[in-house]
Nanobody, 121 residues
Framework: QVELVESGGGLVQAGGSLRLSCTASGRTFSRYAMGWFRRTPGKEREFVCAINRDAGSTYYADSVKGRFGISRDNAKNTVYLQMNNLKPEDTAVYYC??????????????WGQGTQVTVSS
């Protein structure tokens, strides 16, 4: 069992930056691929990005490539999402996900509670 807690959301103007963090409980963090998803009201949950267990590979949705960066610190049980050049369409609740066997759009053994990101125009 893994508990995930996101933090770092908030309100930012278009063009600004935010960094989200997701900290996992337990001592097996390095066993999990980690990812970020987002959801806006009335829409399906959308894959944002993911990173494999040893941070050797990262994956991004086309909508965030070149603006967002995912990284992880296995010693701190934490995955980060650096969001730059934010746009109003990035407004969503952002969720952290962990998965033992999958990395990418189908991952999601465990989920955090979400953190709101609002980008004003």
């Amino acid at each position: 069992q893994v508990e995930l807690v996101e933090s770092g959301g908030g309100l930012v103007q278009a063009g600004g930056s935010l960094r989200l963090s997701c900290t996992a409980s337990g001592r097996t963090f390095s066993r999990y691929a980690m990812g970020w998803f987002r959801r806006t009201p009335g829409k399906e949950r959308e894959f944002v990005c993911a990173i494999n267990r040893d941070a050797g590979s990262t994956y991004y949705a086309d909508s965030v490539k070149g603006r967002f960066g995912i990284s992880r610190d296995n010693a701190k049980n934490t995955v980060y999402l650096q969001m730059n050049n934010l746009k109003p369409e990035d407004t969503a609740v952002y969720y952290c996900a962990a998965d033992v066997g999958r990395v990418g759009v189908r991952m999601g053994d465990y989920w955090g509670q979400g953190t709101q990101v609002t980008v004003s125009s």
